[in-house]
């Protein structure tokens, strides 16, 4: 498991809530920091992917426990 | 006597016929014989597309409604403000409803009909809104960026607006709205919809 800089909590909402949060916690983070994101939306899966192409940031990894999704982006 | 068409054909014929018979007749209205019969194919072909007709009645709202990565794109190039997200957020949805009203038609038939299944697709769809009004509300009002409000009546009161002006105007055609652009409309409302929460843009 990587580790990361900054972890954002956002379980319990849903879209766009956590890509919302994401984005501005993003923003406190300086290039190649990582950002690890929890969340319980299964779609947050698709969104992140999304997210990450769309912002030139780097989806790490995405992993499932139970119905908790976590996410680590990598800055870019 | 259909003729042998490629998987993506058969796929999206498939989609189109289900598509005009869910918005017409609503999902329980529809069998999956009569889909099959419409296409001219035995329905063991339709099952080899679909696991199910609710798959089936899914995949139809999915090609149709606007897609979470249009969300996720709204989110990107806004500034973050609750105005802004708010208002590119419903600027998409209503760009992806107003191209085709049969999302809308299958809406309508699905609160008629009162199934349980088709209820959750649309209340899903709904909740990009719901949940951000609500949520947002209950975080700005310590801030004194908005009056106090019930965020759960405000996202009510949102979704109420936006689901008529699509009625009135994609599917009633209301002689009363004829000259206002949809877009423009649905703008007009979100605005409306800030005034009546009493939002504060600077403390936001």
Known sequence: MSTFDLELDARGLNCPLPILRAKKSIQTLSSGQVLRIIATDPGSVKDFEAFCKQTGNELLDTLQDGGEYSFNIRKG | MSKRLKASERKAAILAVAKVLFS?????????????????????I???????????????????????????????????????????????YVESVSRDP??????????????DATRQFFENRWRPFTDYIEVTIRELQPLGAVQQTDGRIAALMFQGMLREALYAKCIFRTPRYQE????ELTDYLVTLFFRAIGYKEDTG
Do not use: W
Not at chain 2, 24 to 43: A, F, N, Q, T, W
Not at chain 2, 102 to 115: H, W
Not at chain 2, 180 to 183: A, D, P, S, Y
């Open chain 2, 24 to 44: 017409d007749k609503g999902y329980h209205g529809v069998s999956v014989d009569e889909i099959s019969r419409r296409l001219g194919v035995s329905p063991a």
């Open chain 2, 46 to 92: 339709l099952y080899r597309h679909f696991s199910s007709k609710e798959a089936l009645y899914e995949e139809v709202l999915n090609q149709i409604a606007c897609k979470r990565e249009s969300y996720v794109e709204a989110v990107v190039q806004s500034d973050g403000s609750f105005s802004e997200v708010l208002r590119m957020i419903t600027r998409r």
């Open chain 2, 102 to 115: 049969d999302y809308l038609r299958m809406e309508l038939q699905s609160a008629l009909e009162g199934s």
């Open chain 2, 180 to 183: 206002l652009e949809l877009n």
